[in-house]
């Protein structure tokens, strides 16, 4: 499969105004629209991950704020690092669980690439059993490459992934029994120039 353009992202995404979905509202508002969070960290020597991605991540940490964190796929604990690092510039605790260590009840977020090395069906069991209604999954390096495309629309296309949120760079995944499966493209940060533009394709959708 091959991956998506930026442009073709952007034409088809949509921002806040966009979203009539009141649980995906209130999710990027918190996380981006409405965070009035100045971004301070800038390392990024764990991961290779595209700047933007870094800035989203670090927008989803300080907005949602969580605190139990699930990483099953992280063999060489670079995650681990570039989220407790993210979390310490902002001086936020979190705690760190995995396969090895049993997680208390439900967790916030979790956090596994698309470059995974366990099968993505069997990482989305592992995270659905330790997740809520208001857990989040963070797939990262969905548009490395096509492969890394392709295990994302697999991961759109799980049954149990019932709503997902593509933000070019990284992906969003929740588990909410009984609802209607939904999928959003969503700009994460505000461009006037972007936003501006794409209002008048709307507008010139409407008018025709």
Known sequence: MKKM???????????????HSPFVYNIADRSFYGNTTRLKYSGNKQLALPADAVKALEKIITGLKPVKLYLPDDPKGTATALIRDI?????????????????????DLAYFSAEATIPVTELLTQIQSVSGENSVCVVGDIRKNNETE????????????????????????????GQAKQHFLIRPFR??????????????????
Do not use: C
Not at 5 to 10: D, G, K, N, P, V
Not at 87 to 107: C, Y
Not at 191 to 208: E, H, Q, V
């Open 5 to 19: 353009s930026r442009f073709t992202f952007l034409w088809k995404s949509v921002n806040a105004h966009g979203l």
């Open 87 to 107: 979390a310490e510039t902002h001086r936020q605790q979190v705690w760190f669980f995995s396969p090895m260590a049993p997680v208390p009840g439900t967790i």
């Open 150 to 177: 392709a295990a994302w629309q697999s991961i759109v296309n799980q049954p149990g992934a019932t709503v997902t949120i593509d933000l070019y760079s990284i992906g969003l995944v929740f588990f909410r029994p």
């Open 191 to 208: 461009s006037f120039f972007t936003d501006a533009l794409l209002g008048i394709r709307n507008l010139w959708g409407l008018l025709g």
